[in-house]
């Protein structure tokens, strides 16, 4: 794939500014400028992420009424419904909330849609067996999902059902008739009260909130609302309260945070961090036989949480139902939780086989007809694609052909599908504009759902591309390598690259260090690694230093030019207790 690079714009008396008041290099510097940060305060709280400067939970639109309801149903002593999401986010809030409302007093019960029998979110199928297994419901709090049940919360108030959302997808508009919508997407309105609960059980005013929540996924709701409820349960000084400690629920946020690819800054940075930290110490049985199963041995950082962990917590309820997941983050010792990770390995193993093949007929199959003047967005689907990982293979098409990808399967009455997008096309608000040929949809801007009948899937096609063409220019059509800075391969020492760990973690809104050196030349003649020889060993020179160099899967053909110029991110590398710096290649282009 041919990239653009674009590296950010110099900032010197910026950076030597903030160098001298901080005492780091004028390459973090800078890095932090790239992101952002240019005042003292932003940047110490950036470079010293605390719980301590998380922001009131009551901030949170709706939280207040949410918090009042769910405390009167423990008063009469009524049971509460935990209606999750089949996805890491959802499972891990699940969790979370389970382990709250047990521990002080709720009486709660849970319940997990099945993907492939009820479908996603809030559905009609899925409530209707949520209430035939919990009879006589008068609580229900859904969590990960719901920002868009208009019809099935209106279902539900009719039969005497009170519904708290707690999610973070894009609103519907009109919103559902929740009793409390606590949704970061909210809008304030001009006029801001206090976020009582009105007489009717109505959707509250809301209090104005740190445009930081936006940010936050399900998991970091829950913690919130975690956070929220032990706050009012010491108000009223009720018994138990004031010793529950909430700190130890991080490390299930930093799963769901990492998990659900929503930007690690504001909140989430402080969460994830935090998070990262237990999740490294936790003591959880699931999450330890969890570990073990993904073969993980050293720290657990946002790779490990991204591609091992998550993936098997995710595997369960991509192919069946996540009660599997649930069970193994509630498991109460490691017998208990063992079978449960060897078997959400097995099913990953099994995903991985079945996302490989849809894959590549897919790929097989836009390769045959694709034009790249014309087709803006790719939407693909087939009778028996496995509607569990059209996602999984969306993402891998986008990131082959960098085109807004929809991958849809299911059967002859309806398809489902899963949609991610390029920087620059809001998804949702594209699917929005195509409501009339869909049955439901819903999502945000870079990741989206839709369930669609087969026969609108051409017109959606064509819609959904002259929306693209109207939106997108050719030129953000390709791939843009954001870098942060070009350096000399004597700045990339151990030292410097331990500092600049100081802005980990990274992940999605907080990118991985990205830097170029130009001018490059091979120090000796690359060497081919691999079971198939896909992948180089460069050793790199610019006159003065050298440094080892790994690129993958590199065409068989490819040979390096006389000089070059090196996109790559760059790590400390321990063999054999040496450490020496190693640079991970993203790009080469003729100098």
């Not at 301590?52 to 769910?70: G, K, S, T, W, Y």
């Not at 492939?116 to 709090?141: A, H, I, R």
């Not at 609960?197 to 975690?226: I, Q």
């Not at 610019?542 to 996109?567: M, Q, T």
Request: with cysteine.
């Amino acid at each position: 794939m041919k990239y653009r690079w674009s590296i950010a714009p110099p900032q010197p008396a910026l950076a030597a500014a903030l160098s001298k008041q901080f005492g780091v290099s004028p390459l973090l510097a800078q890095c932090l400028l790239n992101r952002g940060h240019s005042e003292p305060e932003a940047v110490a709280r950036f470079l010293e992420p605390r719980l301590r400067n998380l922001a009131d939970p009551f901030a949170l639109p709706n939280m207040a009424a949410a918090v009042e309801r769910i405390f009167a149903a423990r008063e009469r002593a009524e049971p509460l419904v935990i209606f999750g999401d089949y996805d890491v986010d959802g499972v891990t809030s699940t969790s979370l909330l389970l382990e709250v409302f047990c521990a002080l007093g709720w009486s709660v019960d849970f319940y997990l849609p099945h993907r492939m029998d009820e479908g996603y979110g809030l559905s009609q199928d899925g409530v209707e067996n949520c209430l035939v297994k919990f009879p006589g419901t008068k609580l229900l709090l859904a969590v990960d999902c719901g920002s868009t049940a208009v019809e099935t919360i209106g279902w539900l108030k009719q039969r005497g059902v009170d519904v708290l959302v707690l999610d973070h997808h894009q609103v519907s508009d009109p919103a559902p008739a929740a009793f409390a919508l606590v949704n970061p997407q909210l809008g304030v309105p001009p006029s801001v009260g206090g976020g009582v609960v009105p007489p009717e059980g109505g959707t509250p005013n809301v209090r104005p909130r740190p445009a930081t929540f936006t940010e936050l996924c399900s998991a970091g709701l829950a913690f919130k609302l975690a956070h929220a409820l032990v706050k009012r349960g010491r108000d009223l000084q009720l018994a138990g309260f004031a010793a529950f400690d909430i700190r130890p629920l991080l490390d299930l946020v930093a799963l769901g945070t990492i998990a659900d690819l929503v930007p690690l800054t504001g909140e989430n940075r402080i969460l994830v961090t935090a998070g990262l930290e237990r999740l490294n110490v936790t003591r959880r049985p699931g999450l330890l036989a969890l570990k073990s199963a993904a073969g993980i041995e050293g720290e657990i950082g946002t790779y490990e949480v991204g591609f091992q962990l998550g993936p098997r917590l995710n595997a369960a309820g991509r192919l069946e139902n996540a009660a599997e997941a649930l069970q193994l983050l509630l498991a109460s010792d490691l017998a208990a939780a063992e079978p449960i990770a060897r078997a959400l390995d097995h099913r990953n193993r099994e995903r991985q086989q079945i996302e490989r093949t849809i894959t590549d007929e897919v790929t097989g199959a836009i390769r045959v007809r694709f034009d790249p003047a014309r087709d803006f967005v790719i939407v693909e689907g087939q009778l028996l694609w496995h509607i569990g990982v059209v996602g999984i293979v969306a993402s891998r098409v986008l990131r082959e052909f960098y085109r807004p990808t929809l991958i849809l399967g299911g059967d002859a009455e309806q398809w489902r599908g899963s949609g991610r997008s390029i920087e620059g096309f809001d998804l949702a608000a594209a699917l929005r504009e195509c409501d009339d040929l869909l049955v439901r949809h819903g999502g945000h801007a870079m990741a989206a759902g839709i369930t669609i009948a087969p026969m609108n899937v051409g017109p959606f096609r064509e819609r959904l591309n002259a929306i693209a063409r109207r939106s997108l220019r050719p030129d953000q059509l390709q791939p843009v390598l954001k870098l942060d800075a070009e350096v000399t391969l004597r700045e990339l020492t151990v030292e410097r690259l331990e500092e600049l760990a100081r802005l980990a973690p990274t992940g999605m809104g907080n990118a991985a260090l990205q830097f170029c050196a130009t001018g490059l030349r091979l120090h000796r003649p690359p060497l081919r690694m691999g079971k198939e020889q896909q992948h180089l060993k460069l050793h790199v020179t610019d006159g003065s230093d050298i440094r080892e160099a790994v690129w993958w899967n590199v065409p068989k053909n490819f040979n390096p030019p006389a000089s070059f110029n090196l996109a790559f991110t760059a790590e400390v590398n321990e063999f054999r207790g040496n450490r020496n710096v190693q640079l991970k290649v993203s790009d080469l282009q003729a100098a």
